[in-house]
């Protein structure tokens, strides 16, 4: 199959080599970790052609004979010379037992420069860092940006290829696929839900209540982008006959968050620079999947705003940033996106319509008592600042989408 390089991930990749540190690509289920391993091979052969690369795929036959960490370090041993630029990158790591015992030997010897992913089903981050205590770096993976989805579908940036983005998402797998399948392209999302559901909930989290966990799987996918509370969430299923106490919502879905298919959105206080807890906003690692778990697929008009969020808050964590849900004492904001000392604050809104609108998405972020940039993210066809409303940006989303900020 053809590997279309995805240059934001080679660059993050690339830009931490030889620094003493173990790569870990991390990312939901078919985001294209195993892709990014075999682009990052290529990128080795084509700038350092003379290091030493030793590629392992457990999901090869030929390398069938790997099955322990013994085995591991032995092959290694005997493929890389002691002062060699060596280079070790391992897709499906987990499928070695005890595989950290020899990935930390290689490291302490300082023998190679290690990269490797993994199932979510058995490599979550806190069993990393348990593994690797401190020696490695995550490089989180997601699903596929705007320009990149024009560039794995060979299309020209235009409204109708927005639309498409925001039909059917943005899982490299669709390359597969032409947009009018649509029963086809469901059952592809509906397989990768199904197995992030089977293998990295269920038979990991040993899950008992499966109706309960598609029940609130459906709950987060029709509440994407609403504040919600464990308490909430419980008192609602119980009303649709599934009684379990909070405790048991909360399990579930940090089991869901786990499996990174669903990722929660904290609140940060603007004015007090402080963290609140219990509230928080859900968003699905992919919209394409959110559209096919509700049934909205291709016709996404009803959730048109929710799906504007999450593409706008992916866009975002794909620049990594850290992005939080702001509270005002006079309303909400969107998005607070921080990286380093840089911090930027969005309102997202499908149309602004008339001057309620406009008053609300502007007028908070005008009560923002500080000199950050603020944008309101609409898909507007006029878009433009507003003589009442001094400094704040109005940006169209397909423009938002293209920008580096």
């Known amino acids: 199959m053809k590997i279309i390089d995805r240059p934001i991930y080679i660059d993050q990749i690339t830009r931490q080599l030889n620094r003493g540190m173990i790569l ?14 075999k682009s990052i091979v290529n990128w080795l052969s084509k700038n350092k052609p003379e290091a030493n690369v030793l590629y392992i795929d457990k999901d090869f036959d030929q390398y069938s004979f790997i099955k322990s960490a013994a085995d591991l370090y032995a092959h290694a041993i005997e493929k890389f010379p002691d002062d060699g630029e060596n280079y070790l990158l391992i897709d499906e790591v987990q499928d070695i037992e005890d595989y950290e015992i020899a990935l930390r030997s290689l490291y302490a010897e300082n023998r190679c420069q290690v990269i490797v992913t ?46 498409k983005y925001l039909q059917f998402g943005g899982m490299p797998g669709l390359i597969n696929y032409q947009f009018n399948e649509i029963p086809e392209i469901k059952a592809y ?17 040993q899950i008992r209540n499966f109706k309960f966990l598609e029940n609130l799987i459906h709950f987060l996918a029709d509440n994407t982008g609403q504040l919600v509370s464990v308490n909430s969430i419980g008192r609602y299923l119980k009303s649709q006959g599934s009684a379990v106490t909070n405790d048991v919502v909360s399990k579930y879905i940090k089991s869901i968050c786990n499996a990174l298919i669903v990722d929660s959105i904290p609140r940060y206080d603007i004015h007090g620079k402080r963290m609140f807890e219990l509230i928080e906003k859900y968003y699905f690692s992919d919209h394409g999947i959110r559209n096919c778990i509700t049934n909205e697929m291709p016709n996404v008009f009803g959730s048109i705003e929710k799906i504007i969020e999450s593409v706008v808050r992916n866009h975002l964590l794909i620049q990594n940033f850290e992005v939080y849900v702001g509270v005002l004492s006079s309303g909400e904001i969107d998005f607070v996106a921080k990286k380093g000392g840089q911090t930027i604050y969005f309102q997202v809104v499908y149309k602004l319509g008339g001057k309620d609108a406009i008053k609300r998405e502007f007028g908070n972020l005008q009560a923002i008592k500080d000199d950050y940039p603020k ?25 938002f989408l293209k920008t580096n900020f």
């Not at 559901?197 to 990991?204: F, N």
């Not at 878009?383 to 940006?393: A, H, M, R």
């Open 24 to 37: 870990v690509l991390v990312g939901q289920r078919r985001v294209g970790k195993s892709f990014i391993l």
């Open 118 to 163: 993994g199932s979510n089903a058995y490599m979550f981050s806190s069993e990393i860092a348990t593994k690797f205590s401190g020696r490695y770096i995550e490089i989180p993976v997601r699903s596929l940006g705007y320009e990149e989805f024009l560039v794995f579908h060979n299309l020209t940036d235009s409204q109708e290829s927005l639309i």
């Open 189 to 205: 999302l509906q397989g990768v839900y199904n197995t992030v559901i089977l293998k990295d909930i269920v038979a990991r989290e």
């Open 375 to 399: 944008y309101v993210v609409s898909m507007e066809d006029i878009t433009g600042s507003l003589k009442e409303y001094p400094g704040i940006n109005h940006i169209h989303l397909i423009d």
